[in-house]
């Protein structure tokens, strides 16, 4: 893992219990759940959180699907994950996905996660050999990225904004076309009056 993967990973093993508080607080899981409500009728199992953080979303999906599996490079962010859920929970790299082989899966979820990648066209790459013919990709991303400020967080700002690259949903369409994808719906929801959540479905031309 290179020196960047490294110190996100640490990041999040640091701050995972801020982090949790911090998205209650500050409305950023509301605006998942109505993100999630928006676009159900494009999701179907298997699924795969690629970066499931508390495991928020997959508690979440359990409520309607059983084939659901999460992943996440942080420790940390597994062990309460695991606490929070009942499905199986892998440590990769998202970039890469070692341990799933040739699996295949109806929906791949990236909430949260594209703007700490360093190799995103890999990434994509990578993702789309684990999609099922008509399997789609659904981001979850925040816009204009803002940066996070509350009591939990502001200790680990300054770190965060070092390492994160953020795109506007515009610029993750441009990569995913530029990869064999197309835009197939976009959704939007309010987090607060600053920014906005989107939800973008791809799947394979
Ligand atoms: C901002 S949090 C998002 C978590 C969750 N999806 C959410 O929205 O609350 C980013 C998460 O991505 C994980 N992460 C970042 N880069 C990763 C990578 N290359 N592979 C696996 N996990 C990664 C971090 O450990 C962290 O838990």
Not at 41 to 66: H, R, V, W, Y
Not at 154 to 170: A, C, G, N, R, V
Request: proline share 2%.
């Amino acid at each position: 893992m290179n020196s960047k993967a490294e110190k996100i990973k640490q990041l999040y093993d640091i701050c995972c219990t801020d982090y949790d508080r911090h998205m209650v607080k500050t409305g950023h899981y509301t605006a998942q759940e109505k993100i999630l409500e928006l676009i159900s009728d494009q999701i179907a199992e298997p699924i795969l959180d690629l970066a499931c953080g508390t495991g928020f979303l997959i508690k979440l999906l359990s409520k309607k699907f059983t084939n659901i599996v999460g992943n996440d490079f942080s420790a940390e962010m597994v062990k309460i994950a695991k606490d929070n859920t009942n499905v199986s929970i892998t440590t990769d790299n998202a970039e890469t996905l070692e341990s799933y082989d040739d699996k295949k899966f109806k929906t791949i979820i990236c909430c949260n996660l594209f703007f700490y990648l360093q190799n995103r066209n890999e990434a994509i790459n990578r993702w789309a050999k684990l999609l099922d013919q008509d399997g789609k990709i659904i981001f979850i991303e925040e816009y204009p990225f803002v940066e996070p400020s509350s009591q939990e967080m502001d200790k680990h700002t300054t770190e965060l904004m070092d390492i994160i690259d953020p795109l506007s949903p515009q610029d993750i369409q441009k990569v995913m076309t530029q990869n064999g994808f197309e835009l197939i719906k976009q959704v939007k929801t309010e987090i607060d009056e600053q920014h906005s959540l989107y939800g973008l479905m791809f799947s394979l031309k």
